[in-house]
């Protein structure tokens, strides 16, 4: 079930200030992404856990409320074309985005400056079921994670999200089973760190949605950004981009509320390689 805004607040107060442990590294990521367990005052050790095992444990033997992803800033990967060192900056402004949307899509991301690998993003791990993917939601999502995958575009379309792969389209608390029939549960949007950009940098798998009509209620939605980026927002984000990529954030937003219809795809790259 989706976490009230509430609950939000608390995970990203016990982000910002517990102390973290390294418990092992996503192999396939380009840039360096470790999961790390939330040591709040009476957390066990990795080492007392794994004596109370008898075995090493997994990720399935950790509590998931204790887990969080780790992006250091040392770790990123050069780009040609985004600024060097700014990428888990950018995935806390997408949840700050999100927010502002009030539409919950990304999981609570912060800053750490006292990591254990020096300054990064930390973003509340998302336990989910790996094959529940983009594509698989289409065919078998229920009308709630499908109107909330319409939101995923327009949320995309307004960071300028140079990377939605399938694979980063994640459900939590999953109700069904696709052999039954539906499967709704709370999408969850994770690795923003190629948006932002001042220049048109869209890629993404879901184009499937191009041609339909933009909710009214998402163009309220995005007039409440609107308002935001007037105030306190853009203050926030001021420390996470450049004033050019606020000023273009801006200026997509005003052209999306001006649009009635998701747009089709465009330029060469438009669908990102390869796609989960």
């Known amino acids: 079930m989706e976490a009230a805004a509430s609950d939000r607040v608390f995970e990203a107060d016990r982000l ?8 092992g590294r996503f192999a396939d990521a380009s840039n360096a992404t470790l999961l790390v367990r939330l040591m709040d005052a009476a957390s066990p050790s990795l080492e007392a856990v794994a004596e109370e095992l008898g075995y090493a444990p997994t990720v399935g033997d950790l509590d998931p409320e204790d887990l969080a992803v780790y992006k250091p800033l040392r770790g990123e990967a050069p780009l040609w074309d985004f600024p060097l060192g700014t990428l888990h900056r950018r995935e806390v402004a997408a949840y700050a985005v999100s927010e502002a949307l009030g539409w919950g899509l990304v999981p609570t991301t912060v800053l750490r400056d006292d990591g254990p690998f020096g300054p990064g993003s930390l973003q509340r791990f998302v336990a989910h079921d790996p094959s529940l993917h983009y594509f698989r939601l289409l065919e078998v999502g229920g009308p709630t994670v499908l109107d909330t995958l319409r939101r995923m575009v327009v949320f995309d379309l307004v960071i300028d999200n140079a990377d939605r792969k399938g694979g980063h389209v994640l459900l939590a608390d999953a109700a069904g089973d696709p052999k039954d029939g539906p499967v709704e549960g709370w999408v969850q949007l994770v690795d923003h760190g190629v948006s932002f950009n001042v220049d048109r940098k869209l890629r993404t798998v879901a184009w499937e949605f191009a041609g339909e009509p933009i909710p009214e ?60």
Do not use: N
């Not at 910002?16 to 418990?23: F, G, Y």
């Open 16 to 23: 910002r200030t517990v102390d973290l442990e390294p418990v």
């Open 217 to 276: 209620e998402v163009h309220d939605d995005l007039e409440r950004l609107t308002t935001a980026l007037d105030g306190d927002l853009a203050q926030y984000l001021a420390d996470l981009l450049s004033p050019e990529e606020i000023a273009v954030l801006i200026d997509r937003v005003t052209q999306l509320r001006g649009s009635t219809v998701l747009p089709e795809p465009w330029g060469p790259r438009a669908y990102p390689w390869p796609p989960l």
